[in-house]
């Protein structure tokens, strides 16, 4: 079979231009295959690990929270839309008491905000990069958490991750701290590879499985004690009957003091100060037995 210069080049230009030609590591179809899982998992926890590395990240507070909680000023203006749009029927009294709900959840937005305010300017002085806010990166507590680092011009992180109506990234998290994830499993891997405390607000699912993954690894003694301090007493003994789980046998009381209440930020950076003596712990977390500076 004879074939002139004019057809070679068009065989060699569609060779170059398939898919099994392509390097592959530049080949996203190739990566986003079934088998090629443990490839994605390893990059997850790689990518973020060494900007964390390279901001000298040294520990971390972790927030978690509602992501439905507003600002003050947000959830009075909801308020009174709701009001002037209110008639007398059931779907506008629904919405009425929605609104009326938000604004009085609104006040652990500011505590999240003030929280995060005080710990970041005491232990971001002077270019120190300990107890650093690191949140989930979305809405409300994660964004008021964000937000109280970002006014005294401190670095926060955000773990975002994909949903199926996609998360955007609130505007307060450092940019170069601003991650992005697929894998549930990797993102909390990273909330609490350098966690020094785990601060809950009232949330709904996501809020109680990272808080019971936390209390689980404790417990358990698969990661050292940390503060573990839950903001509103009202909301979590409604939420979760902890003494009936003591009465129960299911858990035991030591279990049951794993955990703090406070109201307020000051009480939080109280909790902290207390179980830290003012200063940000010096050892590496051991978590399975496994240095986390080290082996991983």
């Known amino acids: 079979m004879t074939i ?3 057809s070679e080049r068009e065989l060699t230009e569609h060779i170059l231009v398939g898919p099994a030609y392509r390097l592959a590591h530049e080949d996203l179809d190739f990566l986003a295959e079934d088998d090629l899982r443990p490839v994605r998992l390893q990059l997850e926890l790689v ?3 060494r900007a964390l590395r390279h901001h000298e990240i040294h520990s971390t507070v972790v927030v978690f929270g509602s992501a439905r909680i507003v600002s003050p000023e947000v959830a009075e203006q909801q308020l009174e839309e709701a009001q002037q749009l ?8 629904r919405q009425l008491l929605a609104a009326e709900r938000r604004v009085h959840w609104s006040r652990y937005y500011e505590e999240a905000r003030r929280f995060s305010e005080l710990v970041s300017h005491q232990f971001q002085r002077a270019g120190r990069r300990d107890f650093v ?4 990166g979305g809405p409300g507590v994660m964004e008021a958490a964000n937000r109280g680092a970002f006014d005294v011009g401190a670095r926060s992180a955000g ?10 990234p609130n505007p307060f998290i450092t940019p170069d701290l601003a991650f992005r994830f697929r894998y549930f499993a990797i993102r909390k891997m990273h909330f609490l590879m350098r966690a020094k405390a785990l601060v809950a607000f009232p949330g709904g699912y996501g809020t109680l499985d990272e808080l019971f993954e936390v209390l689980t690894l404790v417990q358990t003694r698969k990661m050292q004690s940390l503060p573990i301090i839950l903001f509103g007493r ?7 009957d902890f003494d009936f789980l003591v009465d129960e046998g299911m858990i035991s009381s030591q279990d049951r003091a794993l955990f703090r209440f406070v109201e307020t930020a000051e009480q939080a950076v109280s909790v902290l100060k207390d179980f830290y003596g003012g200063h940000p712990p010096d050892e590496p977390m051991i978590v399975q037995g496994h240095d986390m500076k080290g082996d991983r």
């Open 4 to 6: 002139d210069r004019t």
């Open 47 to 49: 990518k973020p690990e």
């Open 133 to 136: 806010i690191v949140t989930g």
């Open 86 to 93: 209110h008639r007398e029927d059931p779907a506008s009294e």
């Open 159 to 168: 773990l975002n991750v994909t949903l199926p109506s996609e998360q955007r």
């Open 234 to 240: 009202e909301f979590w003994n409604r939420a979760i």
